[in-house]
């Protein structure tokens, strides 16, 4: 049943790697069934990320009828059931590039990619052989950057909080930069957060802050949690996004979300068994 002191959501936002995926990247079955069960019971579930679209294919199964995420970090709202973008808010090579310069200066051995929609573009020594298929252009960003970019890709060798402060002194409004794993900076168009593309999405749907209730784990959830009117770290969270927000899930490995949601919308506490 539904706790006393909750009220049932109009949506429901929430971050994947680290607070609705498990350590692995997977999702459980449980949570396949408490996202189905909250579509059902008419809440949608956004999928707020900062994947890139084409980290997303396995997931846009579960992400139910309403059929709408936002991804890198606020810049593509993509539109599932059509598989077409929606809208892009990236950054262009000239401003980029201007950018990028100010970065060499204040980055601890920096590394650089871009994120376009069709992929990466990426310095020779950006090394991510997980995800880094073999093809993508390879060179100097002012030879690769030939269209926009949804995201800068900083690897570096500082410590990622001192590191963030000195890039937004650098970077001024010129960018958005935020870090969602350690020694990994994603940098944004001006502007460009989840909680933006969140927040337009709401005001197309007619959906109040007060009414939604985001979840997330790292700092680049942090604005998103709190323009929602009721946010939940998982327990596994940065320890910046757990003093953020207003309660504390179980862990993203114990399915956390998945529970809170179930207790949000009214369901039995079997689908989370």
């Known amino acids: 049943m539904t706790h006393p002191d909750m009220t049932r959501p109009a949506l429901i936002a929430t971050d994947l790697d680290g607070t609705l995926l498990r350590s692995d990247g997977t999702l459980s079955d449980a949570s396949r069934r408490v996202l189905a069960a909250v579509e059902d019971a008419g809440v949608p579930v956004v999928f707020v990320t900062g994947r890139p679209v084409r980290w997303m294919v396995d997931l846009w199964e579960v992400v139910g009828a309403h059929g709408l995420a936002i991804v890198s ?3 593509v709202l993509y539109d599932v059931a059509q598989r077409a973008v929606r809208r892009v808010d990236g950054l262009a090579p000239e401003p980029g590039l201007a950018m990028v310069e100010l970065l060499r200066e204040v980055v601890p051995q920096p590394r650089f990619a871009i994120e376009c929609l069709d992929g990466l573009r990426l ?49 001024g409004d010129r ?51 709190g323009w929602a009117g ?37 369901l039995t506490d079997d689908l989370v068994q």
């Open 230 to 266: 009721t946010s939940y770290a998982v327990a596994n969270a940065h320890d910046d996004v757990r003093a953020a927000a207003h309660h504390t899930a179980e862990t993203n490995d114990d399915d956390g979300v998945a529970r809170v949601m179930a207790r949000l919308v009214g």
């Open 175 to 225: 960018a958005v930069p935020t870090w969602s794993m350690p020694g990994l900076l994603e940098i944004s168009a001006p502007g460009v957060t989840k909680a933006a593309a969140l927040a337009r999405l709401c005001a197309d749907l007619d959906v109040p802050a007060a009414d939604v209730v985001a979840f997330g784990d790292m700092p680049n959830d942090l604005a998103m949690m």
């Open 123 to 171: 310095e020779a020594d950006f090394h991510d052989p997980h995800r880094v298929p073999p093809g993508w252009p390879v060179g100097a960003l002012s030879e690769v950057w030939d269209d926009v970019a949804v995201k800068v890709l900083v690897r570096h060798d500082g410590v990622d909080d001192r590191v963030l402060d000195d890039v937004a002194r650098a970077v």
């Open 73 to 75: 970090n606020g810049a």
